[in-house]
């Protein structure tokens, strides 16, 4: 159990109408009662009902009034962090907010560590860490598509596969161990059939999961998307075009964009991460070949490629060689400009990309975006995104820790097939019930904690 009490301003550090300093700890009511006044009474906030709302000033220690606020209190267990737990609802000044936290912290607080709130939610049992984690998520989430993700894990979506797994394979290794340990009451050993049918069955639940992964990483991060290309093929005004909104900067001259531009949208329910690069071409000038050599670094790890290509201007040696390099990549080849004369064909194209690939566009009448909006939909999900039915893994942590247990299991059914001892099988099958903790926080070292809520912003 945790005893210091702690406090942070919860609320973005920018003007705005309400700015929010919460206190969390047994003692947040009571550093609460030395700041706070009623306005028209003179109650004691420590005898306030818990999930109750007080009007009233925040005071100094000479009497004079800061601000005007709207003081909430929530008593232990039940709140954020199943502590007592006081939030000041202040006017949204930065100067009045720090004032504020200055005097909670002078009373007997101390300022909370980056995601201090959430932790203690973690370490008090209300969450776990696939829930807290998904709070993190909620809060740094890009989409729509990414937080559903987030409020799915955070409901215990994520947890209850994860509890399910857990209970599956100690239900296994409590008859391993108990055949071995207590011999005498001729415990039913476990056949090699029917716990090999068990692995294999834990290995499939294991390994959808593990494979949710890239459409998760999707839905929480974003297709990082590269539209490449020579100099004034159309790139920004694709940009511009898809994100529905003059954000590049558009001229008829030829490397104009010097830089990366990143922009994210929601296309047909998936987030891209898109990138407007730098026309790739030999340059002389120092800051435009800063700029291409940016865009070979982003080409290079992008999982999509918008390479445009202009129609009505013969191939180019440049274009030609981009085809080549991206032969291997997942790219959609987009012929622009075809409201004008055609000097480029689609059997041209062909000799250096699939077909199917090859999209004829013209961004300026908009003929065929609709067509790559879809295709780019096609490329990458699987099926129809359904929250209710279906759990994505989204976190790199619990990718890795389903990997390596997905490793455990099969050193448990390659054991089975060698007809191993029942006690060297249930090392493996242990290890992987460790792996599968991992992700829920059943298991994991301090320093693994401290570590992921350093990545919290303070206040949450």
Do not use: W
């Amino acid at each position: 159990m945790i005893y210091d009490t702690i406090a942070a301003i919860a609320t973005a550090m920018s003007p705005a109408g309400i700015g929010i300093i919460r206190i969390s700890g047994e003692n947040s009511i009571e550093i609460a009662e030395k700041i706070f006044k009623y306005k028209n009474h003179n109650k004691d906030i420590r005898d306030a009902k818990s999930h109750t709302l007080h009007y009233g000033y925040i005071v100094d220690n000479e009497g004079n009034e800061i601000d005007e606020v709207l003081l909430s209190v929530m008593k232990a267990p039940n709140s954020y962090t199943t502590e007592n737990i006081v939030e000041i609802n202040a006017h949204g000044g930065l100067i009045v907010m720090q004032k504020i936290l200055r005097l909670v912290l002078v009373s007997g607080a101390r300022l909370a560590e980056p995601g201090e709130f959430t932790k203690r939610a973690f370490i008090n049992g209300r969450l776990d860490l696939s829930q807290a984690e998904a709070v993190n998520d909620m809060i740094n989430s890009k989409s729509e598509m990414a937080l559903e993700a987030s409020l799915s894990q955070l409901k215990g979506a994520v947890a209850d596969k994860i509890q399910a797994i857990k209970d599956t394979i100690i239900q296994l290794i409590a008859h391993i161990e108990a055949s071995i340990d207590y011999p005498e009451y001729d415990i039913e050993e476990l056949s090699d059939e029917h716990l090999e049918k068990e692995i294999s069955t834990i290995i499939i639940r294991v390994k959808e999961l593990s494979e949710s992964y890239d459409d998760g990483k999707r839905i929480k991060e974003g297709i990082k998307t590269v539209i490449a290309g020579k100099p004034n093929v159309g790139k920004s005004s694709l940009l511009n075009t898809l994100i529905k909104e003059q954000r590049a900067i558009v001229t008829d001259i030829p490397g104009t964009t010097r830089d990366v531009l990143e922009e994210y949208m929601y296309m047909h329910g998936i987030p891209l991460k898109l990138m407007d690069t730098a026309g790739i071409r030999d340059t002389e000038d120092i800051v435009e070949k800063i700029g291409v050599q940016r865009s070979r670094d982003h080409i290079g790890d992008a999982e999509l490629i918008l390479l445009v290509i202009d129609a009505s201007l013969p191939l180019s040696q440049e274009d030609i060689d981009l085809l080549i390099s991206l032969r291997d990549r997942k790219t959609i080849i987009i012929l622009n400009k075809t409201d004008l004369e055609q000097q480029v064909s689609l059997e041209q194209i062909s000799e250096y990309a699939a077909s199917d690939s090859i999209l004829p566009i013209s961004v300026k009448t908009m003929d065929g975006i609709n067509q790559l909006e879809l295709k780019i939909k096609q490329m990458f999900l699987k099926g129809k995104i359904n929250f209710n039915n279906q759990v994505y893994i989204t976190n790199t942590r619990h990718k890795s820790s389903l990997e390596n247990a997905l490793i455990s299991l099969n050193n448990v059914k390659n054991a089975i097939e060698a007809s191993f001892p029942v006690d060297l099988i249930a090392i493996d099958l242990t290890n992987a019930y460790n792996y599968i903790c991992e992700i829920t926080g059943d298991n994991v070292k301090e320093d693994m904690i401290k570590q992921i809520f350093s990545q919290f912003c303070l206040g949450k």
